[in-house]
């Protein structure tokens, strides 16, 4: 029973929310969880730590204005990986943090959109 609360537990501090567009007239519902992030376009990272009553954008680590993040990975309460595209050739972007989120770095996707 000890296991299944702490696995419990790790699942609700490591949710992914992905959403297409980041609107605050438009909330992602989290209900009782307490800790959840999002992205989207414009190059937009959030987190709530209060279950989703507050949104704060987190800086990116690039600034790509035009980037559509359309994924979240989280490996454990540290390590977090955010990617998507941007440009007209939708060019890949992928993000690391390894600090929970407090900061982030581009890494070269070494992908692009062009048709070889």
Known sequence: MKKITVLISVVLIAI????????????????KKKY???????????????????????????TITDANLTSISIVNKTNIWICGSY????????????????TWAMLDSQTS????
Do not use: F, M
């Open 87 to 102: 440009g007209t050739t939708g060019n890949g972007v992928v993000y690391k943090s390894t600090d929970g989120g407090n």
């Open 16 to 31: 992914v929310i992905t959403v297409g567009s980041c609107k605050k007239d438009n909330p992602v519902p989290v209900e």
């Open 113 to 116: 959109g062009e048709k070889t």
């Open 36 to 62: 959840a992030w999002a992205c989207g376009s414009k190059n937009t990272i959030l987190k709530t730590t209060d279950g989703g009553q507050h949104w704060t954008r987190v800086q990116a680590p690039s």
